[in-house]
């Protein structure tokens, strides 16, 4: 595994992610424009730890106690692949979602799939204003047109040196011992 991102970068770019936000959230306030109300609703499972962190650097007059996790075991398209028995966990969106701005955070987007899961259990729930997608990585590798409307790291494109099967992964505090980003190489150029 390589080191993208240590514990201190992984903050700077949740920070980033964070402005990226909250310059949305400026320009939704502005006058004229309504002023919404916002929400962060955090994939399982560690876009829901990364959106707590994102609450604690916005502006709490906008968001709020709002801030909820999604698990979408049973929206995936490969639930069938996944096992017999697939581990279910709670989803917990304590507000309705009507009408509000719901900011969607994942760790990394890669292929859409996981995205287009939560997009279809978030519509299930209510009529949102409008659905960010907020990611800490974009990794690149679409199988599904989505894209994001926040990144803090961007790795995807020419010049990026990924292989497709290259793999992406997010640790974060308390899932993971230490907040990192790591990439594992694909096995064909580790030489095996």
Known sequence: MALLADENRVSELVDALAGQIAEEIARDRSPGNGEGD???????????????????????????????????????????????????????????????NVVLVDDVLMTGRSVRAAMASLLDMGRARRIWLSVLVDRGGREVPIAADHVALDLKGHGSGLDESDLVHVRLRPTDPVDAIELQPSPRKQGT
């Open 38 to 100: 916002w929400a962060l609703v955090g994939i399982k499972s560690r876009g829901d730890i990364l959106a707590h962190r994102l609450a604690q650097r916005l502006d709490p007059a906008a968001i709020g106690e709002r801030v909820g996790s999604l698990d979408i075991t049973l929206y995936r398209d490969d639930l069938s692949e996944i096992g017999a028995q697939p581990v279910v966990r709670t989803t917990e969106i304590p507000f309705p979602i009507d009408r509000l």
